[in-house]
């Protein structure tokens, strides 16, 4: 019998990683121009132009290798992530983009519902700072 050695890149991690910061980003700049008195919604003030789900779009991996490994190394993940988003149907419809879509964008939420506030409070303390 032949043994082979495979090598798989994960990028799901930094995929991951990327669509967070890109939103904090997003964040930090949307409460630096509108000066909100509260945390703003993700899905009604960040996304209203559609900004938040371009940067989700972007981050899902086009090669259709870096699709099968994700599929391969977070199968059960990507499964559920479809399934609580709702969609339906078969999850690796598609080559499996979509649910790798609503994993990226779970993920998302997951961070801003634990972190956004942070860096909500950090931004309007260094723009009041500015004011004094």
Not at 28 to 57: F, Q
Not at 95 to 120: L, M, S
């Amino acid at each position: 019998m032949t043994k082979i050695t495979i090598e798989i890149n994960d990028v799901l991690p930094g995929c991951v990683e990327n669509a967070i910061e890109q939103v904090k980003d997003l964040l930090k700049d949307y409460v630096r121009r509108e000066e909100p008195d509260e945390l703003p919604c993700l899905h009604n003030d960040l996304d209203y132009s559609g900004d938040v789900h371009s940067i989700i779009d972007g981050e899902v991996p086009h090669r259709t290798s870096d699709i099968e490994a994700a599929w391969f190394l977070h199968g059960r993940d990507l499964e559920e992530a479809y399934d609580t988003a709702g969609i339906g149907g078969n999850p690796r419809d598609g080559q499996g983009a979509t649910a790798i879509y609503c994993y990226i964008e779970q993920k998302v939420c997951e961070w801003y519902h634990d972190h956004a506030g942070e860096v909500f409070e950090e931004v309007t303390s260094s723009n009041k700072e500015g004011e004094a």
